[in-house]
Structures are given as structure tokens and as C-alpha cells.
């Protein structure tokens, strides 16, 4: 079983629609979880950086974290076609723990058509 | 303030050959990670050096290869080049070591092995 499972889409919605992006994981150790917005050609830029369970806001994002499921979620309201571009979900251990690096998902590759 | 630098953005190379790529952080970010991206592996952390030490290393052969200077730029070299060797080479740096801060990224070498 891999670390972090993320559904790769691709996901096509219209302008307006509310999005719903999720990772699952089985590592138990990962306390710190963000998600990456990756456009065609760049790098991947962060979005949304959470350590605990519940839920965290900034615009039209929500992300979303269950840690007694192992389960992650990228909420994005009134999406715009510029928010076409693969979404990643990455995590890694608590501080001061020996697993530093970020494991990440796969992506998801989202379009959204006006 | 200026973001994490990579060069050269695209090069093609031939198996056997060798590559260095080079990633300048963020002013004042100590810590540089490399990943490897590819479309069936996803990102897969290469290594991480903080102040001109290796601290982290992820699962690739000893082609795989890396170095940090005094004033905090890096690179990374391969050796022996393989097809499976064309990917996006990201580099990410950070104020600190360990498990806090977030994680910049640059737009990435793209490496293409023939």
C-alpha cells in the first residue's frame, strides 16, 4: 500500500462548481499536511498548510483533515478556469521527528471549463 | 524577493552522459530538497542538505548525487544517464532544517534522456 493515495482525475468541472479534491494516507506519523497547486510547466506553489484535525479557510479554499481517518480534503468554492492545474497533496512527520521529507500524492488534474 | 532559481530550465542529454543541475534558494533559506517528478511516480524526494550537509536522503541509486555550497546554492548531479531519467528536477528550499516551515519550490530543469 502506498503512503499517500491521491485519485489522479482527470476531474472536469464547469465555472462556478465546487470542487473536491482528497487523499487518503497510512502513515500515522504524518502531523503536517499541505496542498500544492501545480500549473502546466511550473513548479508546484503552496496553497494550504494544516497540522491539525479540522478544518482550515483562505478564500475560496478549504482544506480539510480527518486524522483518525487518514483522510484529507481540498474543498475550492466558485472555482475559476484559472484554477485548472494538478493539485497535490503532500505530507510529512511532527517536529522533531526523523522524516523530514514530504511524501506526496500523485496529483490530481483538474480543468475547469467556462 | 526572489524565488527559488533553477537552471538550465530544459535539457536533453544522451544515456551515458552526466548532468548538473543547479537551484538557488530563497534569500536566506538554508535548506534546499530535490525531487524527482515523472507522470508514473509522481514527486519522489531526492535529498535534502542544510548548511553544506546531506541530512536526508531518499530511495535513489548513488548516480543520483548532490552538494550544497557556503552560501546556501546547490546542486545535483547524474551520472550515467538512463532513460528512466527524464523527469522534472525540483528544487525546494526552507529557513530551517527538520519538520517545520514551508517548503518553496522552483519551476524545475526538465531532463530529457534519449
Known amino acids: 500500500q502506498k503512503e499517500v493515495e491521491q485519485d489522479p482525475g482527470p476531474l472536469s468541472v464547469p465555472e462556478g462548481a465546487i470542487v473536491s479534491l482528497n487523499c487518503t494516507y497510512s502513515?500515522?506519523?504524518?502531523?503536517?499536511f499541505m496542498w500544492y497547486r501545480q500549473y502546466s510547466r511550473k513548479g508546484p506553489e503552496l496553497l494550504m498548510y494544516t497540522y491539525s484535525s479540522g478544518n482550515k479557510e483562505d478564500g475560496r479554499f478549504t482544506a480539510q483533515v480527518d486524522k483518525s481517518s487518514k483522510y484529507i480534503s481540498l474543498f475550492i468554492r466558485d472555482s475559476q478556469p484559472s484554477d485548472s492545474a494538478t493539485y497535490l497533496c503532500?505530507?510529512?512527520?511532527?517536529?522533531?521527528?526523523?522524516?523530514?521529507?514530504?511524501?506526496f500524492g500523485k496529483g490530481t488534474l483538474l480543468t475547469v471549463n467556462p | 524577493k526572489a524565488g527559488v532559481t533553477q537552471t538550465p530550465r530544459y535539457l536533453i542529454k544522451t544515456r551515458g552522459q552526466q548532468v548538473t543541475l543547479s537551484c538557488s534558494p530563497i534569500?536566506?533559506?538554508?535548506?534546499v530538497s530535490w525531487y524527482q517528478q515523472t507522470p508514473g511516480q509522481g514527486l519522489q524526494f531526492l535529498f535534502e542538505y542544510f548548511s553544506e550537509t546531506q541530512r536526508n536522503k531518499g530511495n535513489f541509486p548513488g548516480r543520483f548525487s548532490g552538494r550544497q555550497f557556503s552560501n546556501s546554492r546547490s546542486e545535483m548531479n547524474v551520472s550515467t544517464l538512463e532513460l528512466g531519467d527524464s523527469a522534472l528536477y525540483l528544487c525546494a528550499s526552507k529557513i530551517g532544517t527538520g519538520n517545520t516551515g514551508e517548503l518553496f519550490f522552483g519551476e524545475g530543469s526538465r531532463l530529457t534522456v534519449l
Open positions: 502513515n500515522s506519523a504524518f502531523q503536517y
Open positions: 503532500a505530507m510529512r512527520g511532527g517536529v522533531g521527528g526523523s522524516n523530514y521529507k514530504l511524501t
Open positions: 534569500s536566506g533559506h538554508r535548506s
